[in-house]
């Protein structure tokens, strides 16, 4: 069973810029969300996609911004990068059956630091 | 609007001592609670979820928690911690698709020490 994989693990961008995160579902599931972590805070909920269509999204503008394949994998796409911007951010896949179903498996992790 | 409050921001705890970290919430609907660890630089790992039934949930890495209802609380708790215990812990409640206007919602998490 492959886990969740996000890339790149870290990366540097400067203020303005845009920037694509990427995520890979673990396999058999058909959900996937994405989360913001900023330093010594929880995780806060970006949007989940399901199906390919947006199926819920947080308290975050429209310069984040996403898309699911039809393999279930995920970009997550912020463009006019803010300082404010800097965090963890997480994909998580889940599937909407099954004994484990609505239970999120999260990927390690894209580190992004905003100069 | 939901919310999760984990009032420890860090808990010291004794190498074989037990441990209980609280977790109160806030939901419109029926809560589906969830206790996540993370290790440090690393994603999140499910150790528990409560959707429904029995009230008291068993989790992998010997945890536990108990929901109640009438505290709005889902307190996890293990009876002899390990060195590798220590991380951050965070409770989450939550739509059982984990979508919706809000997603999960997470505490700010509970930093757990270990003391040898």
């Known amino acids: 069973e492959t886990g969740v994989t996000q890339s790149p693990t870290h990366l540097i961008k400067t203020r303005g810029q845009q920037v694509t995160l990427r995520c890979s579902s673990q396999s058999g599931h058909n959900t996937v969300s994405w989360y913001q972590q900023a330093l010594g805070q929880g995780p806060q909920f970006i949007f989940q996609?399901?199906?390919?269509?947006?199926?819920g999204r947080g308290n975050f503008p429209p310069r984040f911004s996403g898309l699911q394949f039809p393999n279930y994998s995920s970009e997550l796409n912020v463009n006019a990068l803010e300082l404010d911007d800097s965090a963890l951010y997480l994909c998580?896949?889940?599937?909407?059956?099954?004994?484990?179903?609505?239970?999120?498996?999260f990927g390690e992790g894209s580190r992004l630091t905003v100069l | 609007a939901q919310s999760v409050t984990q009032p420890d921001i860090h808990i010291t705890v004794s190498e074989g001592a037990s441990l209980e970290l609280r977790c109160n919430y806030s939901?419109?609907?029926?809560?589906?609670l969830f206790w996540y660890v993370q290790s440090p630089g690393q994603g999140l790992q499910l150790l528990l979820k409560?959707?429904?039934?029995?009230?008291l949930v068993q989790g992998i890495k010997g945890f536990e928690a108990e929901f109640k209802r009438s505290q709005s609380s889902f307190n996890l708790r293990k009876p002899s911690v390990h060195w590798s215990d220590a991380a951050e812990y965070f409770c989450a409640v939550g739509p059982y698709s984990g979508g919706g206007a809000d997603g999960l919602t997470f505490g700010k998490g509970t930093h757990l020490i270990i003391q040898p």
């Open positions: 996609y399901y199906r390919e269509e947006e199926n």
């Open positions: 939901y419109g609907a029926t809560p589906y």
């Open positions: 998580a896949s889940s599937s909407r059956g099954g004994a484990r179903a609505g239970e999120l498996f």
């Open positions: 409560y959707f429904s039934g029995d009230t």
